[in-house]
């Protein structure tokens, strides 16, 4: 069982995707997809991405840490209105989706403008699961995947 995990991690890490908790005790089974940034404007930006937890325990995502900023915060959007929020829940058999006019990463104070084509590294922490550690791809300003 755990050279099986090792090589799903692996495999899953090769392409761009992170797993973790992969056993079946009941614990979370995050893997993260579809990440991106619009390429920013100023000295803040935004971070999308989905989680799926396929595990049997609900976690919760905490915080973002990344190189851009030492300034990253997880924000809620409701009522067209955003509040920076200690957690998200990423439930047993569900998923979290941080998009585009919902709930994102925030990063403000950028150490340094990402242009479109690169990529932004953060790792995100959670409550039980280990971190996952996401390359975010830079698209262009006007970049949102539910209207491609």
């Known amino acids: 069982m755990k050279r099986r995990t090792a ?9 761009g995707l992170a797993l973790t908790g992969c056993s079946s005790d009941g614990s ?22 989905l989680v799926k937890n396929s595990g049997g325990a609900t976690d919760r995502l905490t915080s973002v840490t990344s190189s851009l900023s030492d300034h990253v915060s997880i924000h809620e959007t409701a009522n067209r209105r955003m509040r920076m929020v200690s957690s998200f829940e990423v439930p047993a058999g569900g998923e979290l989706d941080l998009e585009r006019g919902g709930n994102h990463i925030m990063f403000t104070d950028l150490k ?17 699961a280990d971190p996952i550690k996401v390359d975010i791809p830079v698209k262009e300003t006007t970049y949102n995947p539910k209207k491609q």
């Open 7 to 15: 090589v799903a991690g692996a495999l899953t890490l090769a392409t």
């Open 28 to 49: 979370p089974r995050l893997e993260v997809t579809g990440a991106f940034m619009p390429q920013p404007v100023s000295d803040m930006a935004a971070g999308f991405l």
């Open 112 to 128: 340094q403008q990402p242009r479109r084509g690169e990529t932004v590294s953060v790792e995100l922490h959670f409550e039980k």
